[in-house]
Every structure is written in C-alpha cells, then in structure tokens.
Nanobody, 117 residues
Framework: VQLVESGGGLVQPGGSLRLSCVAS????????MRWYRQAPGKERELVARIGRDGGVTHYADSVKGRFTIYSDNAKKTVYLQMNSLKPEDTAVYYC???????????WGQGTQVTVSA
C-alpha cells in the first residue's frame, strides 16, 4: 500500500500548482481522500477532503475558492489544484486515505510547496 505525491515546487505569489497523489495497493473509491499541509513550526492542518463517490468535498476556510480537490478513479489519483497561491500556503503537503468504517489510514511522504517572490 502506497500513496505517492508529486507536483510541488517553487511558485510566485498568485501562481498555480497541481498536486497529484497516486494510490497503489488499495482502492481509492473505498476511502475518503484528504490533503493536509504542515508549515514549519505549525501543526498539520486539513486542507481539503473528498468523499468516496468523489461528489462531496470540504475545504478549509483559508483555501476556499482557490483550491479544488478532485479524483480520477480510473487512474487511482487524487489531485489538488491550487490557484492564487499565497506565501502562507507554503508547507509540506500530504495525501491521506482514511477508510470510513475501519479508520485504517494511509499517508504519503509529502511534497514541498513554496510560494515566494
């Protein structure tokens, strides 16, 4: 079982990035998929989550209207499209899958996003 994130990098304020999370060894449609982030010296926070059916989404207030989470079940991939990026979005972003009944949880290794001029 593995979650592998990619797509992070350095971007200027106002720019965009798309993060990808590829799942192997488990069925994405059976899990609630989430993106978290952790900035230096801060606690890990939930950024966005998407339901098993891909239709129900939830966002942190700080990213509403700027970030979009969506999934491609055929590719076993969950994406986080990030637009209008701000310096305060700088963090390591982690993908997470949680089984809603067993609470079995899988984490990716994280991908660094740095927003700076």
């Amino acid at each position: 079982v593995q979650l592998v994130e990619s797509g992070g990098g350095l971007v200027q304020p106002g720019g965009s990035l798309r993060l990808s999370c590829v799942a192997s060894g488990f069925t994405v449609t059976r899990y609630t998929m989430r993106w978290y982030r952790q900035a230096p010296g801060k606690e890990r926070e939930l950024v966005a989550r998407i339901g098993r059916d891909g239709g129900v989404t939830h966002y942190a207030d700080s990213v509403k209207g700027r970030f979009t989470i969506y999934s491609d079940n055929a590719k076993k991939t969950v994406y986080l499209q990030m637009n209008s990026l701000k310096p305060e979005d700088t963090a390591v972003y982690y993908c997470c899958g949680i089984h809603p009944e067993t609470i079995q949880t899988y984490w990716g290794q994280g991908t660094q996003v740095t927003v700076s001029a």
